[in-house]
């Protein structure tokens, strides 16, 4: 099994359905792949979602790679306005809250999770080298209580998330570093990537 680099999309629109990336988070994205660059990446998959297919682009455009598109790596619960927010949010937080709980719309945390290490299985048994997944929070949060169970997760994700453009790197199905954010330090400081 190789090294995986599990790149939470960009920052995104405030929309519903199927939002892309504002520019603060194609920044995100391109510095993403600036740092992944020199990481050996064979391959580069992302969600079917727009935002995470647009982070998957800057990661891959760094890399020389195409695209790799797979549901397996889709968020868990995805606002597409078919409930209300409030509903959306209900659902979200119960589902965080009872892995088990399946929402109105999306899966449960536990079947997000679970196909996630389906997807990671595969792939890497199938490529060699590390890899490139862009994707959502939620499902890396599900995907990281699946392999490392919910006390090892910290805290601050299951309240706040994942970081936009944050990396999590996955050795096999062992998590080496969670949500690292380094790579991003030059948007804090007014650097834009070129």
């Given at each position: 099994m190789g090294i995986v680099y599990v790149v939470q999309?960009?920052?995104k629109e405030r929309t519903t359905g199927d939002p892309g990336l504002t520019g603060r988070g194609r920044e995100q994205a391109a510095l993403a792949?600036?740092?992944?660059?020199?990481?050996g990446l064979r391959a580069v998959y992302a969600s079917p979602l727009l935002r995470a297919r647009q982070t998957a682009a800057a990661v891959a455009a760094a890399a020389g790679l195409p695209v790799r598109v797979d549901a397996r790596v889709t968020e868990r619960m995805n606002w597409d306005g078919s409930v209300g927010f409030e509903r959306f949010?209900?659902?979200?937080?119960?589902?965080?809250?009872?892995?088990?709980?399946?929402p109105a719309v999306g899966d449960s945390s536990r079947a997000?999770?679970?196909?996630?290490?389906?997807?990671l299985l595969e792939r890497c048994s199938v490529e060699r080298g590390a890899i490139a997944v862009a994707c959502h929070g939620g499902v890396t949060v599900d995907l990281l209580r699946t392999?490392?169970?919910?006390?090892?997760?910290?805290?601050?994700?299951?309240?706040?998330?994942?970081?936009?453009?944050?990396?999590?790197?996955?050795?096999?199905?062992?998590?080496?570093s969670?949500?690292?954010?380094?790579?991003?330090?030059g948007l804090e400081t007014g650097h834009r990537p070129a």
């Open positions: 999309h960009g920052e792949g600036a740092w992944l660059c020199g990481k949010a209900e659902d979200w937080a119960r589902a965080t809250e009872d892995r088990d709980f399946v997000a999770g679970e196909r996630f290490r389906d997807f392999l490392m169970g919910d006390a090892a997760v910290p805290e601050a994700l299951l309240r706040e998330g994942v970081p936009s453009g944050a990396i999590t790197r996955i050795d096999g199905l062992e998590v080496v969670i949500a690292a954010v380094g790579h991003l330090a």
